[in-house]
């Protein structure tokens, strides 16, 4: 046999192996049926409040103050100066300790 007639059979059977699955379009199968127990009325009451409570503003997106500090800038690069010279930090991306 060629190759084209065993690629033609098993295409064929492949097909014919799948079932035809007939079902409402809707997927209705999957709705689910339940009785709420709360009015029309404390919905829509509920969604009136909705907009007054909710911020369009995205999570995380405001910028924290900056932090107030007692230390002095020169104190400071004078302290990391010193550790650097005694070897306490490393300096730069390819410092050693």
């Known amino acids: 046999m060629s190759f084209k007639a065993i690629f033609t059979i098993s295409a ?4 014919a192996a799948t079932g035809a699955h007939a ?4 997927a209705s199968q999957y709705a689910i049926q339940f009785q709420g127990s709360r009015t029309r009325a ?17 999570a995380a997106s ?3 103050a900056p932090l107030q500090s007692r230390v002095d800038a020169k104190v400071l690069r ?9 070897g306490q930090i490393s300096r730069g991306e390819a410092g050693h300790m």
């Open 12 to 15: 064929l059977a492949a097909i």
């Open 23 to 26: 079902d409402e379009a809707d």
């Open 42 to 58: 404390e919905v829509m009451a509920e969604a009136a409040r909705v907009p007054a409570t909710r911020s369009t503003e995205p």
């Open 62 to 64: 405001r910028v924290a």
């Open 78 to 86: 004078a302290q990391a100066a010193e550790a650097v010279r005694l």
